[in-house]
């Protein structure tokens, strides 16, 4: 073979090696794209007049059906509704049980002088704020207008929505359950605060967050009950503390608990205690064996919300700061407690079956460019 023979082989052999790759990146690309992957945590900027000057997030799983529930989870200080979706596991859980997912973020930045640039200078939902725990006013306000959103846009079921949150985002997901409890069957206060532990960030750092108020379960139940015109019924609730914490003291989940089993009218004595995953539990039911509050008690993590990375069907979430690996994977626990524990229709999460078929024909369009490019590979000398 001649050398410009040899030159001419070589060169188409390398134009059929680039056609491979571009071949199976777009196989990838087409897979990737499918059913399964095709959801993104997004903005949407059009919802209401925003009075607490929010930002609106949202995932929501392709082919989602009507009427499916919502779940607004609220991120805790230096963190963002993206460093919140997938981190937490409630992505995961969103594809997989069917439900819509609200991200709300704090606008981080001073909130001082003709120059602000955000809400808070850490970026934490205001909790503590006269102006923005009121019900109709504020970051409560804005949040109730994107959960409106939500429901004209998606079709939300308008009793299945929930709330939960981290450290301020919990204190925050107190004040949405003081301040709207007609609007949520339930919510989780993880590493949170009572609602209305603070009306400014003195006493919330000085006397709410560590040590920590002791006020009577009445006394906080009041607090409840005067935040809206709401007689009953009132959310479920589930509390989530780390034993040791030391940026909010534990007390504060001994707290909520005297808050909210006190606006359930029901005793202040666990009905069940446990241990799930190897963290103490405790439940509070009604007459009727109706769970309406639980508290669990995590060992050995430090302040954040528990997760359980890996692939297994227990387990969730990536551990990064203030998202914790503690071998429990709290927002599935959460979803069970409200209910949500299963897909809807034996499909795949969203309402609709999963389409097998179409699974398998990208699987084998993959493995088709990956053998073609085997091939070309195996040609070159």
């Known amino acids: 073979m001649s050398n410009h023979d040899s030159i001419c082989r070589h060169l188409a052999l390398a134009e059929r090696f680039r056609l491979g790759v571009a071949t199976l990146t777009i196989a990838i690309g087409l897979w990737l794209s499918s059913e399964a992957f095709g959801a993104t945590t997004t903005e949407d900027v059009s919802f209401g007049n925003n009075p607490g000057n929010l930002r609106m997030f949202k995932f929501v799983p392709d082919g989602l059906a009507a009427g499916r529930p919502l779940v607004v989870a609220l991120h805790g200080c230096t963190q963002t509704a993206l460093s919140y979706d997938d981190e937490t596991g409630w992505t995961a859980l969103a594809e997989r049980l069917g439900f819509a997912l609200l991200l709300p973020q704090q606008r981080q930045g001073s909130p001082l002088g003709p120059f602000a640039t955000g809400n808070h200078i850490l970026g934490c939902f205001n909790w503590f704020l006269p102006g923005d725990i009121g019900r109709d006013q504020g970051e409560a306000l804005s949040i109730k207008q994107m959960i409106d959103t939500m429901q004209a846009d998606h079709g939300s079921d308008s009793t299945k929505v929930f709330v939960t949150g981290l450290s301020a985002g919990g204190a925050m997901t107190a004040v949405m359950l003081a301040t709207y409890p007609e609007v949520f069957a339930g919510g989780a206060v993880i590493a949170g605060l009572p609602y209305h532990c603070a009306t ?39 509390i989530w503390h ?140």
């Open 200 to 238: 400014s960030e003195r006493e919330a750092t000085s006397q709410c967050m560590k040590p920590g108020k002791n006020l009577s379960p009445a006394q906080w139940g009041s607090l409840v009950r005067n935040a809206s015109p709401h007689t009953g019924p009132w959310p479920k609730v589930s």
């Open 242 to 381: 780390e034993s040791t914490d030391t940026t909010v003291a534990p007390v504060n989940a001994t707290e909520l608990v005297d808050q909210w089993t006190n606006v359930h009218g029901i005793d202040r004595t666990p009905d069940i205690t446990d241990t799930v995953q190897g963290h103490a539990h405790e439940v509070f039911t009604d007459a009727g064996g109706k769970p309406l509050v639980e508290i669990y008690t995590i060992a050995g993590m430090g302040h954040g919300t528990p997760v359980d990375p890996g692939p297994g069907p227990e387990q969730c979430g990536t551990a990064r700061a203030f998202i914790l690996d503690a071998g429990i994977c709290s927002s599935l626990q959460i979803a069970r407690f409200w209910g949500l524990g299963q897909p809807p229709g034996g499909g795949n999460g969203n309402g609709t079956p999963v389409d097998r078929a179409k699974l398998l024909e990208r699987l084998n369009d993959v493995q088709k460019a990956v053998d073609g490019l085997r091939n070309l590979i195996q040609q070159l000398p």
